[in-house]
């Protein structure tokens, strides 16, 4: 089992945080065309709607590489602490990569093929995408100050 995540994991990790955030601030335009559309509006692929598109999309490809890496080359054990401490990050890790696979799906689906109910699922989704990423955050800064146990380290390529 390796002791830290590779080169190209932590990479993939951080270049995926700025992509969502980079989602979360481009999100107007295609919220607006997606509802001219639904009204059967014609609408133009704006390089905003693009943005968002291409962002997502890069997400959803960069979640599958990292799973495909997970498997392939093994990630570092959990951090030492309590049973249940380790089955919530497991839970909150699956769940981000959950996330990242059916956000883009979701919006994929409401966008090109104009289906509402897909839209809606992908709004409910971005609401507990904040939530994890929330939590995600809190346990980081938890382990960096709190326990101090280092685990920052794992996903940093200074190691
Ligand atoms: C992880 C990737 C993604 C994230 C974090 C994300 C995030 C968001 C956010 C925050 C909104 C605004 C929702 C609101 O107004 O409450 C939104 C709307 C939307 N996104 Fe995404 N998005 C992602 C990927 C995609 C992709 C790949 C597509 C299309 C191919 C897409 C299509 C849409 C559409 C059509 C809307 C408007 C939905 C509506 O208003 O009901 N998204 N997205
Ligand atoms: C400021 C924001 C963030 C911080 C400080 C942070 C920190 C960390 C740290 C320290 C780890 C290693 C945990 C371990 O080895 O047990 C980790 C892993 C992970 N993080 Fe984050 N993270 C952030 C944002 C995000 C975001 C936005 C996502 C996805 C939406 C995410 C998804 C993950 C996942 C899935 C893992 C498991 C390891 C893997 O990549 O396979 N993180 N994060």
């Keep these: 089992m390796p002791t830290s995540y590779s080169r190209a994991h932590i990479i993939l990790h951080w270049v995926t945080l700025l992509l969502i955030i980079q989602q979360f601030v481009f999100h107007d335009a295609i919220s607006e065309a997606f509802r001219a559309m639904l009204r059967g509006t014609e609408v133009v692929f704006a390089p905003a709607i693009a943005a968002h598109v291409f962002g997502g999309f890069l997400v959803f490809v960069f979640a599958l590489t990292r799973i495909a890496m997970r498997l392939s080359n093994g990630v570092p054990p959990e951090a ?80």
């Design 80 to 159: 030492e602490g309590p049973a249940a401490q380790k089955l919530a990050a497991k839970a909150v890790h699956l769940g981000l990569f959950g996330l990242m696979i059916a956000l883009p799906i979701s919006g994929a689906v409401a966008w090109f093929q104009g289906v509402a109910a897909a839209g809606e699922a992908h709004e409910v989704m971005k609401v507990a995408l904040m939530a994890l990423v929330g939590l995600h955050v809190v346990a980081a800064l938890w382990h960096q100050f709190g326990l101090k146990d280092g685990l920052m380290r794992r996903m940093s390529l200074r190691g």
